[in-house]
């Protein structure tokens, strides 16, 4: 009797403590010093626990050659990230060294949140720092995009610029000035005589019309190109039968 209750009482803890307590930062090809791993550990979990998800980083050389949608597959099923509790709420970032490949994967809450479109958007936002080598500062972004784009609705396009503070500010300052404007033109009283109160019609019109070519303008417009890196989204479903949205392209 006493075995079986305390089996019952450590087997939830066990849970507990395996996800809570794993690793965020799986830096198998070693582009961290110990110091940005710490650091960035910390930052993964700060975003992660205010949107209830596991943000995770993979890098590897990938001496097998594996493809790296079926790399973040499997390191999902193999290390059962989630929030709280295994196999749950987690998005993965992996770089696969071998072939200059990355792909992303949003899990449950994450691929709710985080589909096939917005992750290709932190792939574009991310892959010019990793092409240069700023491989920190690319996972700062990547955790801080995340936790962005995760505090939206589905559905919504989160860089969309009415989204964007400043410009609501701005906008509500136009607004502010264009009305205080009005008042003020009123606060004198309205003008009612124009240029009409003295016209006298039956000697007023038209004496003479002319009209005179000058030039012509032409205007040229730059028609910008499509410089993002990539094949686009595409997420699967891992051999345990877990389903993800996705996103992948090279760097």
């Not at 996800?19 to 110091?35: K, N, T, V």
């Not at 993979?58 to 790296?68: C, H, K, L, M």
């Not at 989630?82 to 809450?109: M, Q, S, W």
């Amino acid at each position: 009797m006493m075995l079986c209750l305390t089996v019952m009482l450590i087997g939830p803890l066990q849970t507990a403590k395996a996800a809570g307590d794993q690793p965020l930062i799986y830096d198998e090809a070693g582009l961290l010093s110990p110091e940005d791993k710490e650091e960035l550990t910390i930052m993964a979990k700060e975003y992660g626990a205010k949107r209830d998800t596991d943000i995770i980083i993979y890098t590897s050389n990938n001496p097998e050659g594996q493809d790296v949608q079926i790399m973040t597959e499997d390191f999902y099923d193999e290390k059962a990230p989630g929030y709280d509790h295994p196999l749950g709420n987690a998005v993965i970032l992996t770089l696969d060294f071998n072939h200059r490949d990355i792909y992303l994967a949003g899990f449950y809450k994450a691929k709710e949140y985080l589909d096939d479109q917005r992750l290709d958007k932190i792939r574009n936002k991310i892959t010019p720092d990793l092409s240069d080598g700023e491989y920190r500062l690319a996972f700062e972004k990547y955790i801080k995009t995340v936790y962005k784009y995760m505090g939206y609705k589905p559905g919504v396009n989160p860089d969309n610029i009415l989204f964007n503070i400043w410009f609501q500010l701005g906008g509500a300052a136009v607004i502010g000035i264009i009305v205080v404007a009005i008042m003020t033109s009123r606060s004198g009283g309205r003008v009612t005589v124009s240029g009409r109160t003295y016209e006298d019609k039956s000697t007023s019109g038209v004496l003479e019309h002319q009209d005179a070519y000058i030039r012509t303008t032409t205007t040229r417009r730059k028609i910008e190109k499509n410089t993002s890196s990539g094949s686009g989204g595409g997420g699967g479903t891992t051999s345990g039968g877990h389903s993800h949205s996705g996103s992948r392209g090279s760097f």
